[in-house]
Nanobody, 125 residues
Framework: VQLQASGGGLVQAGGSLRLSCETSGFTFSDYGMGWFRQAPGKEREIVAAIARTSSATYYIDSVKGRFTISRVNPKKTVYLHMNSLKPEDTALYYC???????????????????WGQGTQVTVSS
């Protein structure tokens, strides 16, 4: 299983980025997917999740209305569109796969057991 995140970078507050996660080694359409982040000195937290058919999504409160998770199953890719970025969004962002194939949305950290290598997002004030 491989999860390759990309699209991070340095952006000013108020700016936008789109993260991509290309996957391989498993049947992408069988799994929901998630995005996590970890800031220095803080625990990794789930940011957003999407069901395998895109029928449901989840966001933590701090990103609601600013971030959008999406996926394209034929491309085996999940995206995180980030708008109105804030300095507190600065973190290493990871895409992740849940431990179980399921149509149910996986929205807790305990649901996930596989993470990619991460892409750095830095938001300057």
């Amino acid at each position: 299983v491989q999860l390759q995140a990309s699209g991070g970078g340095l952006v000013q507050a108020g700016g936008s980025l789109r993260l991509s996660c290309e996957t391989s080694g498993f049947t992408f359409s069988d799994y929901g997917m998630g995005w996590f982040r970890q800031a220095p000195g803080k625990e990794r937290e789930i940011v957003a999740a999407i069901a395998r058919t895109s029928s449901a999504t989840y966001y933590i409160d701090s990103v609601k209305g600013r971030f959008t998770i999406s996926r394209v199953n034929p491309k085996k890719t999940v995206y995180l569109h980030m708008n109105s970025l804030k300095p507190e969004d600065t973190a290493l962002y990871y895409c992740a796969r849940p431990r179980r194939r399921s149509g149910i949305l996986a929205y807790t950290s305990l649901d996930y057991d596989t993470w990619g290598q991460g892409t750095q997002v830095t938001v300057s004030s």
